[in-house]
């Protein structure tokens, strides 16, 4: 029938290939749109970073471990023979290291200083979804701890380890940090002095026992040497972590997160995106609609 439609096809519409002078016209065409998505974006970028977000601080602190034990390579054969196992100062200084990145020391601090209510506020303050509304737990404290709070790591060339503590609260950044180390310290030299005490009550008994020159000599050598660990570990208060450069408070103004300037720069680039991409689409769409009035015509 004259005068009806022609059915468009797909292939029938002309392909139209990019030209960068046509969509930097098209642009500049529709410049207005992209200054409004910039300023839109960059506004919520900077109410973000300068209002929203809730800086957070970084108090680190830098530690050696001190020597595990200065005479158990030599005396490791008398250890042996006396039928007592020391190990090794290498393995003793893994050892703890291991117990500093644990979490018995997180939970520690968290039952000392009761930080559930520091770490998940009341929830009329900050009300949760029903699905989120679970219940403040020394476990979940620990596992948030350990996740978002502190961070161990050493240095392999020097053997130096870094303790990093990122909160809101610059003053309990610090606090905390340093009270991770004095409890890794604390556990340490209790486990030392029990242990040197129990090596000191087995070897005199093995002394009461033994008739052998060679086994008492051992053994007399054996007990001066936890007698003397043992003296260090109750005179010592840094008795395994010597502290080289102690947390401090960060300035209110020094704060890790959130990086405001790249924030902002990135919410003006992409409402620069957002604005050309809308440009370019309401474009695409107009000559689309034109096309297919077109051929309807």
């Keep these: 029938m004259q005068g009806s439609p022609v059915p468009i096809r797909a292939a029938d519409i002309p392909v139209r290939h990019f030209d960068l002078r046509e969509a930097g016209r098209i642009l500049w065409a529709g410049k207005f749109i992209v200054l409004a998505c910039i300023i839109v974006c960059t506004a919520v970028a900077y109410g973000y970073a300068y209002y929203w977000a809730t800086p957070l601080y970084r108090s680190r602190a830098i530690v050696a471990v001190q020597d595990a034990a200065p005479q158990i390579n030599q005396l490791g054969g008398l250890a042996s023979l006396a039928g007592i196992q020391l190990g090794n100062a290498g393995s003793r200084a893994s050892q703890r290291v291991a117990v500093l990145s644990s979490r018995r020391v997180v939970r520690m601090l968290i039952e000392r200083e009761k930080l559930l209510p520091v770490l998940f506020p009341d929830r009329e303050e900050n009300p949760l979804p029903p699905s989120q509304d679970a219940p403040r737990t020394i476990g979940r404290g620990v596992d948030y701890f350990v996740a978002n709070i502190r961070s161990v790591e050493q240095n392999i060339r020097t053997g130096l380890i870094t303790v990093d503590v990122v909160w809101k609260d610059p003053a309990l950044a610090a606090q905390w940090a340093r009270e991770l180390i004095d409890i890794t310290n604390e556990i340490l030299r209790n486990q030392a002095i029990s242990d040197a005490q129990r090596n000191v ?30 003296m260090l570990a109750k005179l010592q208060d840094d008795y395994a972590f010597k502290i080289i450069d102690a947390p401090e408070i960060p300035e209110r103004n020094r704060f890790i997160s959130p990086r405001r300037a790249r924030i902002v720069m990135g919410g003006f680039f992409t409402g620069f995106l957002l604005g050309s991409i809308l440009v370019l689409w309401f474009s695409r769409r107009s000559a689309f609609k034109t096309s297919l009035a077109y051929r309807e015509a």
């Design 201 to 230: 009550d087995y070897l005199a008994q093995e002394s009461a026992r033994t008739a052998l020159d060679s086994a008492r000599t051992a053994i007399v050598q054996l007990s001066v040497t936890n007698l003397n660990e043992m």
